[in-house]
């Protein structure tokens, strides 16, 4: 994963990575420089030249150390920024099974959290390492030229450093994954209070909830604390190392001048690229700590790569107006191996047009068949048909430009009210609009609102009544022109008046398209064409309302239990 992102940019970071590594090269010139400084102050000679190609080495090195720097930060952020917009292209292509069991916090923290350490992989990770690699190598190479046991001595001694490194670095790379996890669940907490936050006042429970997330965000420093405390330790043995090669080479050394073997220029030039030495090997353990950091980031987004994702949209050339009939045959399907089945061989007709209603317990499986419609989820078996088709036959875009769905807690986006509106079906006129907004009685609303139809909505609605996000979100899906028209508790929200004429909007919408209800409340169902009682994944009865009062027990216990219910409210209230 992480080439398929670096791959567009390679040339851009063998850009940067030479830029460093000509900027290297030119500090590794400045000892050798210094070296004929040294001499021609011993012999007497002119300074001026060996000074003047001195400063020049170190300010064209500089330089273009700088432009390397540049290219590879402005090159790392191109990077992420390519991470970021696929990650986000594919979650939102998900499957719906996928982001249920799924955490939103900690979806949002692998885009935002774990692609920046993208970055460091692509900077100190990859191409520094690399420069730092050749660097190390020039300079060795050097180092041999000018005295070879002396660089035998800085080997054995930076050897030994490696080896505590070759322990180290992986517990660094175990260290960060784990942080990045602890992150994420930290974002999940408070994803979760966030989206209740209401309950969450009113049940007093900010203390409970701050402490969940406190708990996270504590897993996190932990083992952030770990990752910084490995870290420390591979940089302080490089730190450590240099310096006891210092000490080696200077005592070596030193006899050597003593005893005439080796001159005392040639002694400073070497000391001074070990100490330029420095540079590569403390770039080459950056490099290697980033590395292990950012391939704990890369596993946490490869899990978001792997998953199964849906097509991309595609347009619908020209969609069919016409009432759609669907049937469902044999329909077995349950949420997880571990859960017992949704569904048992649900089978029944629903005709082109007019009303059909499921109505039964909590459990029956109502919604888990609107979700099958929409192929949020795969049957494990049976077949679901639209016009005489299986659904697995159409492309996903075609089968959901035919359905209009209206899910149950009706969800409204943050923005205008006519982003809202048009969210399904962005071509939407004025005129459409207008129209969409008299049959679901919103026309007073937008009156009322002190901009129209370009007032905001508030996060998730707030700024309206749970019953106007319901008929927002009924007129959200008749701009669509669906030919099949799915409601979901759609009336669970309404006073008395407003259920009456959303009802009377549902009969007349069945005249022009296919409307499936599912309803609790079955004063909104009585006068559907045909009613499927479903009770515990299975289909107890069909028939109208009549007919299921007469000849269902179920559905008579339930209508009869409601009804009674109404009677008593309207009682109290007119008393």
């Not at 982001?99 to 692998?110: A, I, Q, T």
């Not at 190479?141 to 180290?168: K, R």
């Not at 030919?483 to 929200?493: I, N, Y």
Request: glycine share 10%.
């Amino acid at each position: 994963m992480l080439l398929t992102h670096i791959r567009p940019q390679k040339w851009m970071l063998v850009a940067g990575g030479l830029l460093g590594f000509v900027g290297g090269m030119a500090g590794l010139a400045e000892p050798l420089v210094a070296k004929t400084v040294i001499e021609a102050f011993g012999s007497g000679g002119s300074l001026a030249g060996p000074i003047v190609l001195l400063t020049v080495l170190v300010l064209c090195g500089a330089a273009i150390s700088a432009a390397g720097s540049y290219v590879l930060e402005r090159t790392a952020e191109s990077i992420v920024l390519s991470a970021r917009l696929g990650l986000v292209g594919r979650m939102l292509r998900l499957r719906v099974h996928d982001v249920d069991r799924l955490k939103p916090g900690d979806l949002l923290s692998r885009v935002t959290a774990d692609t920046t350490l993208l970055r460091a992989v692509c900077t100190s990770g990859v191409t520094n390492g690399i420069t730092a690699v050749f660097m190390l190598i020039g300079c060795v190479a050097l180092m041999a030229a000018m005295d070879p046991v002396l660089l035998g001595v800085t080997l054995g001694v930076l050897t030994l450093i490696a080896a505590i490194g070759l322990f180290v670095f992986p517990r660094i790379g175990r260290a960060t994954a784990q942080a990045q996890m602890a992150l994420g669940e930290m974002g999940a907490g408070l994803d979760r209070a966030l989206q209740a936050f209401r309950t969450v006042k009113a049940s007093g429970a900010e203390a409970r909830e701050t402490e969940a997330v406190r708990v996270a965000a504590r897993e996190a420093w932990r083992r952030g604390v770990t990752a910084a405390r490995w870290s420390a330790i591979a940089g302080t043995s490089t730190w450590l190392g240099v310096q006891l090669a210092f000490l080696a080479v200077l005592g070596v050394g030193g006899i050597r001048v003593a005893n005439g073997s080796l001159e005392i220029s040639a002694l400073i030039a070497f000391l001074l690229y070990l100490f330029y030495l420095t540079g590569p090997i403390s770039m080459l353990v950056e490099g290697v700590t980033q590395l292990q950091t950012g391939l704990a980031a890369v596993t946490r987004l490869r899990e978001i790569e792997d998953l199964e994702t849906e097509p991309l949209d595609e347009p619908v050339a020209e969609k069919e107006s016409t009432p759609a009939a669907l049937s469902l045959r044999d329909v077995h399907f349950h949420y997880g191996e571990d859960r017992s089945p949704a569904l048992h061989g649900v089978s029944f007709e629903v005709p082109a047009g007019g009303m059909t209603a499921l109505v039964g317990p909590s459990g029956a499986g109502k919604s888990t068949i609107f979700a099958l419609l929409e192929r949020f989820y795969e049957p494990a078996s049976g077949s679901i048909l639209i016009d005489g088709r299986d659904l697995t036959e159409l492309p996903l875009p075609e089968l959901r430009a035919a359905i209009g769905y209206v899910e149950q807690d009706a969800p409204v986006l943050a923005g205008s009210l006519r982003e809202n509106l048009v969210f399904g079906a962005p071509g939407a006129t004025d005129a459409e609009i207008a129209e969409v907004l008299r049959r679901t009685q919103l026309t007073d609303l937008v009156e009322r609102l002190p901009e129209g139809l370009e007032t905001a909505v508030g996060h998730r609605g707030q700024m309206l009544s749970g019953g106007e996000r319901q008929r927002v979100a009924i007129a959200r899906a008749l701009l669509r022109r669906p030919r099949v028209l799915l409601l979901d508790e759609a009336t669970s929200q309404l006073d008395a008046v407003n259920e009456m004429r959303l009802r009377e909007v549902i009969d007349e919408v069945a005249g022009e398209t296919t409307v499936l209800v599912i309803a609790h409340r079955l004063s909104t169902v009585t006068g559907a064409d045909r009613i499927v009682v479903l009770e515990a994944g299975r289909v107890r009865a069909i028939g109208t309302h009549a007919e299921l009062v007469s000849g269902d027990a179920l559905y008579r216990e339930l209508a009869t239990t409601q009804f009674a219910a109404d009677s008593e409210i309207m009682t109290s209230v007119e008393g």
